[in-house]
């Protein structure tokens, strides 16, 4: 199998906190994981990509000091919202990238952030 | 530049009818597509990719480089193909993938 979890699957904080999302591949590891961001009735859009032991690369657009990303270990990607805003409520989604022969993305449930 | 164009958000059939999912694409080098569903208040899971060259759960999609397409058929839709669907591009060393808006396809008994 593979099977990607995410905690929590819903947060909501006040305006100035930080908040943090774990991604977790639970039975295969992964060096390259991704962080993309859904708003309601909209697709899902890239934010960055998150490289186990190196820093992520960050799409075009997407603040890397207000998005700080961690992948600490071939399972774990964290991704902080540091000094959330209103406008950072949204649904946050990660995928591990599981590297053999069908190099599949597989996804998580998938976080919902309200910021208050 | 990579992008997606999925031009229906919504597309409604009666059980049985054949349904088309549009996607067009735009890549400079050599496209890897993909077909994703996401069933009400499941995560988002692969359909199908075009270098299987398979059909699941009766869709089938084929790569036309000449128009830049990917569009997603199936020959009698069940209504257990209610669902979200997206096209999504990759390619390249870094394995992300670029998704479409999405196409909401609501089979009707």
């Known amino acids: 199998g593979a099977v990607v979890s995410q905690h929590p699957s819903w947060v909501i904080c006040k305006s100035g906190t930080s908040v943090k999302i774990e991604c977790r591949s639970l039975?295969?590891?992964?060096?390259?994981m991704f962080w993309y961001r859904q708003f309601p009735k909209q697709s899902l859009m890239l934010m960055a990509t998150s490289n186990e032991g190196s820093k992520a690369t960050y799409e075009q657009g997407v603040e890397k000091d207000k998005f700080l990303i961690n992948h600490a270990s071939l399972t774990l990607s964290t991704l902080t919202v540091t000094s959330a805003h209103p406008e950072d409520s949204s649904f946050y989604i990660c995928?591990?990238?599981?590297?053999?022969?069908?190099?599949?993305?597989?996804f998580g449930p998938g976080t919902r952030l309200t910021v208050l | 530049a990579q992008r997606v164009t999925q031009p229906e958000k919504l597309l409604s059939v009666f059980k049985g009818a054949p349904v088309e999912l549009k996607c067009n694409y735009s890549?400079?080098?050599?496209?890897?597509l993909f077909w994703y569903v996401q069933y009400s208040r499941q995560r988002l899971q692969l359909l199908l990719r075009h270098i299987s060259r398979e059909s699941i759960k009766g869709f089938t999609a084929d790569l036309n480089k000449g128009e830049t397409s990917f569009h997603l058929k199936k020959p009698f839709a069940q209504e257990e193909d209610s669902a979200m669907y997206y096209c999504a591009l990759g390619g390249g060393a870094t394995n992300k993938l670029i998704f479409g808006t999405g196409t909401l396809l609501a089979v009707q008994p």
């Open positions: 039975d295969f590891q992964a060096t390259t």
């Open positions: 890549y400079s080098g050599s496209p890897e």
């Open positions: 995928s591990a990238f599981k590297a053999g022969h069908k190099n599949e993305q597989f």
